[in-house]
């Protein structure tokens, strides 16, 4: 089955503590991305990658980190959380790399205390 | 970053009515797109637009690709209670350094009563 498969789903922590949301898709898709939905703010793009190796600021990459060695994953790393990284995190992929067709994993949902 | 502005924020519709909702921005979009997001799931993709005026439908669902390349609107006919979710558009910029970006708006958040 076609999937991108996020984890941990949800995560309570502490500011400070480094975490790392891992994202792995099955689809063989060159372009990854990762979005934080926020009440009222809709979707807002962290980070991006369009091959491997290759990655690139969205509108708010502020405190977040993201890697991508192999095709198939892409993590996003929070080096030092704080309290308004509390948010649900989306991980997404697509085949095309400017159509904007994704396929969206379950959504993390973290709270930084 | 880019700014879309969705309309109306939320809609709170008796089930058979007709639902309309729109996504304006400031600047030029290449690419227009709308996706569905039921609750604790992720967004799932209802239609993608890729020209100036296009009009495109999928069952209930239709929307279209404005003609200033600024703006798309998208209605659902005939409302059942399972259209119960949050719509987003989402477009990409037009512009070279914008190449894989990929912006949403706000979210309409819709509730049907049976």
């Known amino acids: 089955e076609a999937q991108v498969t996020q984890n941990p789903r949800y995560l309570i922590t502490v500011t400070g503590k480094k975490l790392t949301v891992t994202c792995s898709q099955n689809?063989?898709?060159?372009?990854m991305s990762w979005y934080r939905q926020d009440p009222g703010l809709g979707l807002r793009q962290i980070y991006y990658?369009?091959?491997?190796?290759?990655?690139d600021k969205g509108d708010v990459p502020e405190g977040y980190k993201v890697s991508r060695k192999e095709k198939r994953n892409f993590p996003l790393i929070l080096e030092s959380p704080s309290p308004n990284q509390t948010s649900l995190y989306f991980c997404?992929?697509?085949?095309?790399?400017?159509?904007?067709?994704?396929?969206f994993g379950e959504g993390s949902r973290l709270t930084v205390l | 970053g880019q700014q879309l502005n969705q309309s109306p924020q939320s809609m709170f519709i008796q089930e058979g009515e007709d639902v309309s909702m729109n996504c304006t921005s400031s600047?030029?979009?290449?690419?227009w797109l709308w996706y569905k997001q039921d609750p604790g799931e992720g967004p799932v993709l209802l239609i993608a637009?890729?020209?100036?005026?296009e009009l495109t439908s999928n069952g209930r669902l239709t929307a279209q690709f404005g003609i200033t390349r600024k703006d798309s609107f998208l209605n659902i006919s005939a409302s059942i209670p399972s259209d119960v979710g949050i719509y987003f558009c989402a477009g990409t910029p037009a512009g070279g350094t914008s190449y894989g970006k990929l912006t949403f708006g706000q979210g309409t958040i819709l509730t049907v009563h049976p």
């Open positions: 689809m063989n898709h060159e372009y």
């Open positions: 990658s369009m091959n491997v190796e290759v990655t």
């Open positions: 997404a992929s697509s085949s095309g790399t400017s159509t904007g067709e994704l396929f």
């Open positions: 600047s030029i979009f290449n690419t």
């Open positions: 637009l890729y020209k100036a005026g």
